[in-house]
């Protein structure tokens, strides 16, 4: 399967400790997009990379919410002295750019609690 | 600003009834639409989407729905649903130039199929 995976599946920690997500994208894909889903709601764009540039960060993106995406390959999200808000669902897609629109591929997320 | 409006949470036919669900656009520039389908625990999938081209789209899996300017809607619709439509539904909006394609989502309805 050449889809956007993403690692862990399900992370459980502890209010005030870092967590880390990894997301490798479909491989010819250079654009990378991250997006968090609460209960009972639609995703909400978060931040997105072209290539190994971040363009764009929503103003969810606190200040303890860093992303990488080093060689433009695969990304990572890290959240520092995690919240019970911040308790959700976090989803990476991908896609090409070309001028053109191009469907956006999601990954099938990683479930964050924070107890 | 973009955003989409889905009305009703929650919707539920007998399986063979119309699927009817509803979604109201607001973009200050011409807007791409779609829909998305996401099953418990998955991540999202994309049923279809409209980029200016024909105003009736059709999807995946027997799906459609109607680009309408003058009501703002993008309703997706089914003639015949299936107990495998069981899913939560998102109507979302992006634009083709500036702002990376990044998609805006509705709050999504929970479809039930009945027997």
């Known amino acids: 399967d050449t889809g956007v995976s993403q690692d862990p599946r399900h992370k459980i920690t502890k209010r005030g400790q870092n967590v880390t997500f990894r997301c490798d994208p479909i491989s010819e894909h250079n654009r990378l997009y991250w997006y968090r889903q609460t209960l009972g709601q639609g995703p909400e764009f978060l931040t997105y990379f072209q290539n190994e540039a971040q363009l764009e960060k929503s103003r969810l993106l606190s200040d303890r919410f860093s992303a990488e995406r080093p060689k433009g390959s695969f990304s990572t999200l890290e959240i520092q002295r995690t919240e019970q808000g911040d308790s959700a669902m976090y989803l990476c897609?991908?896609?090409?750019?070309?001028?053109?629109?191009?469907?956006?591929?999601f990954g099938p997320g990683t479930r964050l609690t924070v107890l | 600003a973009q955003s989409v409006t889905q009305l009703g949470s929650h919707v539920s036919v007998s399986e063979g009834a119309l699927v009817l669900l509803r979604c109201n656009y607001s973009?200050?520039?011409?807007?791409?639409l779609f829909w998305y389908v996401q099953y418990p625990n998955q991540g999202l999938q994309l049923l279809l989407k409209y980029t200016s081209a024909a105003t009736l789209v059709k999807g995946i899996n027997g799906f459609e729905a109607e680009f309408k300017k003058s009501e703002t809607s993008f309703h997706l619709t089914k003639p015949s649903a299936h107990m495998s439509d069981a899913a939560e539904y998102f109507c979302a909006v992006s634009r083709l130039t500036g702002g990376g394609n990044k998609l805006t989502f509705g709050t999504g309805t929970q479809l039930k199929v009945e027997l």
């Open positions: 973009s200050s520039v011409p807007p791409y």
């Open positions: 897609a991908s896609s090409l750019t070309d001028g053109s629109y191009n469907e956006q591929f």
